[in-house]
C-alpha cells in the first residue's frame, strides 16, 4: 500500500502574492501621505545572526535596518527591490519563472541597473528577508542540476500540465529537481524512507543495483551542496509524506558540511525556514569508517583541518556523533570518498555497507 501524504490546505501562491501586494500597497500609501517610501528588515549582518537550538538552525536576531527612499545612498537599493518585488509579482501571477541570472538581465528593460549579479542576488535576498518567503517562492531559480528517482507519484501544478501525473522512476536517469517538481502535490509513494546521496556516481550506481526497492527508498542527487530547492523537497518529503531521511556524502569536512547544511541549514540562509530537515541523519560516510572498512583514503589536507577547527566549534556540530567524527578525521588524519567502496567490487557498498549503516540508525 502506498502512503498517505498530508494535503496542504494553503497554497502558498496565494499567501505569496498577498504579501507582495501589501508591500506595494504600504508604499503607495506612503507616498499619499507624502511621506518617502521606506522599509525595514531584519539585519543580516554577522552580528546579527544566531543559532538557535529550538529551531535547530540559524536565525537572525531583533536587530533591524531601515532603508528609506530619503536617503541618496539607499535610493538605488530601495528602487531596485521595489522592481524586484514587482517583477516576481508578475511572475507569479503569470505562473512564469525566471532563473537568477535572467532576473539580472530583464532589470535592463525597465532601466533598472545592477552593477553585476552579486547585486541582483542581494536585492533578491532583501526580498526574501523582507517576505519571509525564499526565492523559490517568488518562482526565481538557480540553475538546477540534483534529481530524484524513486516510487513517488507527483502531480503538476504548473500551466499546460496541471493535473499531469509521473511516477519519479519514469525516468532510468532521475528527474531534474526543478520548480515544477518541486511545487508538484505529492500523491501517493511506497517508499518508507529516503536515501540523499551527494555524488552522481553512486545515485547513478544505485538505480543500477535498484536501491530503490531493495530498500524501499527514495533517491536524491544533490550534485554536492544540495541547492535550496532540493532542501526544499527533501524537507516536503520529511515533512508531508513522513519518510525518514538518511545522508550519504563523502568522508570529509566538506561532505560533513553537505550533510548539515541540510539538517540545520545555514548561516546564509537564516532570514528562512522550511528549507531545513533537522531529524534527517548523516549516515557517512564516517571518519571511522575509513578504519573499520579499510578503506582506500588520502591525507587531509590543511585546509581540511583549518575546516575541521571550524566546524569543531561551529554549535551545529555539538552531538555526540559530529564530534566524535570530527576527533576521529583529526586522529586519523585521513579522509575519502564515496567510491573507495569499490575497492571491494561495484557492488559492495549496496551489498554490505547500506544494510548495515541504515540498520544501525533505524535501531
Avoid at 20 to 34: A, Y
Avoid at 147 to 168: C, K, M, Q, S
Avoid at 232 to 250: A, K, M, S, W
Amino acid at each position: 500500500m502506498g502512503r498517505s501524504v498530508k494535503k496542504r490546505s494553503v497554497s502558498r501562491r496565494e499567501v505569496v502574492l498577498r504579501r507582495l501586494e501589501s508591500l506595494g500597497r504600504r508604499f503607495c500609501e506612503q507616498i499619499e501621505k507624502g511621506v518617502f517610501p521606506w522599509i525595514e528588515m531584519k539585519s543580516r549582518s554577522t552580528d546579527n545572526i544566531f543559532y538557535s537550538p529550538e529551531l535547530r538552525q540559524y536565525v537572525l536576531g531583533d536587530r533591524v535596518v531601515r532603508r528609506s527612499s530619503r536617503i541618496v545612498r539607499h535610493l538605488r537599493p530601495f528602487t531596485q527591490m521595489v522592481w524586484t518585488a514587482y517583477f516576481v509579482k508578475e511572475l507569479i501571477r503569470q505562473r512564469k519563472t525566471s532563473t537568477l541570472r535572467d532576473v539580472y538581465y530583464s532589470a535592463q528593460a525597465y532601466d533598472i541597473f545592477f552593477k553585476d549579479q552579486v547585486e541582483s542576488d542581494n536585492i533578491i535576498t532583501d526580498l526574501e528577508t523582507v517576505t519571509g518567503f525564499p526565492r523559490e517562492d517568488l518562482n526565481v531559480f538557480p540553475e538546477e542540476r540534483s534529481a530524484v528517482f524513486g516510487d513517488l507519484t507527483i502531480e503538476y501544478t504548473v500551466p499546460g500540465y496541471e493535473g499531469r501525473r509521473l511516477n519519479l522512476t519514469s525516468h532510468p536517469d532521475g528527474l531534474m529537481i526543478g520548480p515544477a517538481l518541486t511545487n508538484s502535490r505529492l500523491i501517493r509513494t511506497g517508499a518508507d524512507k529516503v536515501i540523499v546521496i551527494e555524488k552522481g556516481a553512486m545515485f547513478t550506481r544505485f538505480i543500477e543495483e535498484r536501491v530503490y526497492e531493495k530498500f524501499n527508498a527514495i533517491l536524491i542527487y544533490t550534485a554536492g551542496q544540495a541547492p535550496r530547492s532540493t532542501r526544499y523537497f527533501i524537507r516536503r518529503l520529511n515533512q508531508e509524506v513522513g519518510l525518514p531521511v538518511y545522508i550519504f556524502t563523502d568522508a570529509d569536512p566538506w561532505g560533513m558540511h553537505i550533510a548539515m547544511v541540510i539538517i540545520s541549514g545555514s548561516a546564509n540562509a537564516a532570514h528562512l525556514r522550511d528549507l531545513t530537515t533537522p531529524d534527517a541523519k548523516w549516515a557517512g560516510v564516517w571518519a571511522s569508517d575509513i578504519n573499520s572498512y579499510k578503506l582506500p583514503s588520502e591525507g587531509l589536507s590543511d585546509i581540511d583541518i583549518k575546516r575541521l577547527h571550524e566546524l569543531s566549534r561551529d554549535p551545529r556540530y555539538k552531538g555526540e556523533l559530529w564530534q566524535r567524527e570530527i576527533k576521529t578525521f583529526m586522529k586519523i588524519k585521513k579522509k575519502c570518498e564515496l567510491e573507495a567502496f569499490s575497492r571491494y567490487g561495484l557492488t559492495h557498498i549496496v551489498d554490505k555497507y547500506l544494510p548495515e549503516r541504515l540498520k544501525e540508525l533505524e535501531t
